[in-house]
């Protein structure tokens, strides 16, 4: 296996290990921590003893592939404690089928996570930019400096291909040339026996191998895919993507925020059961609201002391104390929908249209360049009636669609071509 990571490992990095093991504790898919001490040349992290091989062995001992059912129960614990580490602002960095390993020799025995070695403390809002890990397992936006908890959701795409089909996704002789196939090649589901495999399971798998971070499931939405969810009565987990979007929401103009609710109004029942799963976690009252507080609460259950470390704490702590009304379901809906990740959905055409629909009958409204410009965080130094004026529509002054769709990703320097 060729490692990205050529530098020495200092102390400083084991002392890091030993934070994060020790701060993160109770779940069982985590190897369990006992203790830690130092003398003058060593440091010595007494772990619990798992005796039934790595999952990686159990891969090769079936000739290199899982049946569906089985890499689902593989996909269940490994997306359970990969949840888990995100909600505290864990990401771990070297996810791959090496560093699980069977508590015991049992068919039936609990996969655990080991070796975090290479993980690190992220903020919600944080990018980080140093090259770790794997190279067969690492995300397209870590090669490009600039990454959080997404990589690990990349890396756990390359093991259930790898599950699935017996092969890698991005392969190559050369570590530049896997990199290269990271960053530009599509993995291929042509072959056998992907033909063979359900398009529910497909479908899994490219949702997590998307190269755009943005567009690709977290944990907990993973846990929610129809692949996952059908087979497995599987505890949905509090995603802090939820806490993200809702911050970006709140912060939102009235104009952005119907053109989201028009575009919540088309979500697809599947799409729906994961806004209700984290609905539900957030716990809404008897009429069906929830307050902001009620972010911080829910989080509160959950937390370990990784969260002091990571700061995730701070994080809810700016959400919770916006002011702002209580939401229904409806309206929290609203907030949470990633615009982003429904753009990479085969169905985004249709979804964005029946929205827009939605938004003609209530929400569209003349609006000036001028006003739009800000609505979208335009600098002054932008060529506004160049660039806007297909966002406008003519006859009315109302939103075109092009418009609808910039203003539902709302303000982003990229939203506008470079003048
Ligand atoms: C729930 O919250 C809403 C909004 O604040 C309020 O109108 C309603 O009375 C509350 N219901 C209960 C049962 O507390």
Redo the contacts with the bound molecule.
């Keep these: 296996m060729i490692n990205l990571m050529t530098t020495a490992i200092s102390i400083e990095d084991v002392r890091r290990e030993v934070r994060i093991l020790s701060s993160l504790s109770g779940h069982k898919n985590l190897v369990q921590f006992h203790d830690a001490y130092e003398d003058e040349d060593n440091v010595y992290i007494i772990m619990e003893l798992c005796t039934g091989g790595e999952l990686l062995d159990r891969i090769l001992s079936r000739g290199g592939k899982y049946s569906e059912e089985d890499a689902k129960a593989v996909m269940v614990q490994i997306l359970s404690i990969v949840s888990f580490c995100h909600l505290q602002g864990v990401v771990h960095r070297d996810l791959k089928p090496e560093n699980f390993l069977f508590s015991s020799k049992d068919d039936n025995s609990t996969l655990k996570v080991i070796d975090f070695g290479l993980s690190d403390f992220v903020k919600p809002d944080e990018r980080l930019n140093d090259i770790v890990g794997s190279a067969y397992y690492v995300a397209p936006e870590v090669l490009h400096r600039s990454y959080g908890t997404e990589a690990d959701m990349w890396s756990i795409g390359v093991i259930v291909y790898i599950l699935l089909c017996g092969s890698r996704p991005f392969w190559a002789r050369t570590e530049s040339g896997i990199f290269r196939a990271v960053l530009k090649a599509e993995p291929s589901f042509d072959e056998p026996p992907w033909p063979s495999l359900s398009a529910e399971a497909k479908d899994f798998v490219r949702r997590l191998l998307n190269k755009d971070y943005r567009k690709r499931m977290t944990a907990s939405q993973a846990l929610c895919h129809p692949w996952i969810r059908e087979a497995q009565e599987v505890r949905i987990p509090l995603d802090i993507l939820t806490y993200k979007l809702m911050r970006a929401y709140i912060s939102s103009s009235s104009l952005r925020k119907s053109a989201l609710r028009a575009l919540a109004k088309t979500l697809t029942v599947n799409q729906l059961f994961y806004l209700r799963e984290q609905f539900g976690l957030l716990g809404p009252?008897?009429?069906g609201?929830i307050?902001l507080l009620n972010l911080k609460a829910a989080l509160m259950k959950q937390a370990t002391e990784a969260m002091k470390d990571s700061r995730v704490l701070d994080f809810v702590n700016t959400v919770s104390s916006l002011q702002y009304r209580?939401l229904d379901f409806e309206e929290f809906a609203a907030s949470a929908v990633s615009v982003y990740q429904m753009e990479g959905l085969d169905t985004w055409e249709q979804h964005a249209r029946s929205a827009y629909e939605y938004f003609e009958k209530d929400g569209n409204r003349p609006i000036m360049i001028e006003e739009l410009a800000s609505e979208l965080g335009l600098s002054p130094s932008v060529p506004v009636h160049v660039v806007l004026q297909d966002w406008i529509r003519h006859n009315d002054g109302k939103l075109s669609f092009l418009g609808f769709v910039k203003l539902l990703h709302g303000i982003s320097a990229r939203s506008i071509p470079k003048a």
């Design positions: 009252n008897k009429s609201f307050s209580k």
